[in-house]
C-alpha cells in the first residue's frame, strides 16, 4: 500500500480553490492566509511565500491579504518556479 501526501503548494492551491468558491460574506471577511492556516497546519510563513509568489507572477489576485481573483493556478509547485507565470505570456 502506498501513501502518498499532498505538498504544501497543494494544501495551498487546494484551499484557495475553496476559498474563491465561498459565499462574499465568508470570503471578502478572511484573507487568503488566515482562510489557510484555518484549514491546514501549514505556517504562516510558508503560505506568504507561495501566496507571494503566486501573487507576483500573476497567478491570483489580493486585495489587501483578500483573494480576489484566480488565473490558472499550476497544477504542481514545479511549474509555478519554472516559468514567470500568465503575465509574461501575454507579452510573448
Do not use: W
Amino acid at each position: 500500500m502506498t501513501i502518498s501526501q499532498l505538498s504544501a503548494y497543494e494544501i495551498i492551491r487546494s484551499h484557495l480553490l475553496e476559498l474563491i468558491d465561498e459565499p462574499n460574506a465568508i470570503k471578502n471577511n478572511i484573507t487568503a492566509v488566515n482562510y489557510i492556516m484555518d484549514h491546514s497546519f501549514l505556517s504562516r510563513s510558508g503560505i506568504m511565500r507561495v501566496l507571494s509568489k503566486l501573487k507576483s507572477d500573476g497567478y491570483i489576485h489580493l486585495s489587501r491579504g483578500i483573494l480576489t481573483d484566480i488565473i490558472d493556478l499550476p497544477e504542481k509547485m514545479n511549474r509555478l518556479y519554472s516559468k514567470s507565470g500568465p503575465r509574461s505570456q501575454q507579452n510573448e
